[in-house]
């Protein structure tokens, strides 16, 4: 499952600012947060699942193109608004391309790192939500 999220901005005269806050605008609590920034020309991302993992990410700054598959069903979204974060849920497999230069992702994990969650093998994905 994955939905967007809509977060309130509030702004002033001086600009925009949304804050985010675990059990409330942000459906989990939040243990991790990294950004993907610097992505070259031309370069793909992702090309995984995760098997527990609950994740938002936030365009903060530029565009991409994302690439989700339930293993049923596939959809492109543009990630270029950074009102709007794209929850992902587990067990969703995504891959990433098309960054503008100044794409910078901001990413909020329910999880601290663990390579073992990742399922990189997009069969042994598959497989995986199958026996789901
Ligand atoms: C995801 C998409 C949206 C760490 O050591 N700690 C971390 O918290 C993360 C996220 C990564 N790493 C290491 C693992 C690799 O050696 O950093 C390197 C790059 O990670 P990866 O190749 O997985 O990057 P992406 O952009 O393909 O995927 C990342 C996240 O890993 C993934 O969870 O959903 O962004």
Request: glycine share 6%; aromatic share 12%; net charge negative.
């Amino acid at each position: 499952m994955y939905k967007i999220i809509e977060f309130k901005t509030m702004g002033d005269c001086r600009g925009s600012l949304i804050a985010l806050e675990d059990n409330s605008n942000v459906p989990f609590k939040i243990k991790r947060v990294y950004y993907i920034f610097n992505t070259k020309e031309g370069v793909k991302r992702g090309f995984h699942a995760h098997r527990d993992l609950k994740q938002i990410i936030i365009p903060v700054s530029g565009s991409c193109k994302i690439l989700l598959d339930s293993g049923d069903s596939k959809e492109e979204l543009i990630l270029d608004n950074p009102t709007k974060g794209l929850f992902l849920d587990s067990l969703i497999w995504r891959e990433m391309y098309e960054f503008s230069k100044d794409c910078v992702l901001v990413v909020l994990a329910s999880e601290y790192y663990n390579e073992s969650d990742y399922i990189r093998d997009y069969s042994r994905f598959l497989k995986e939500i199958d026996n789901g």
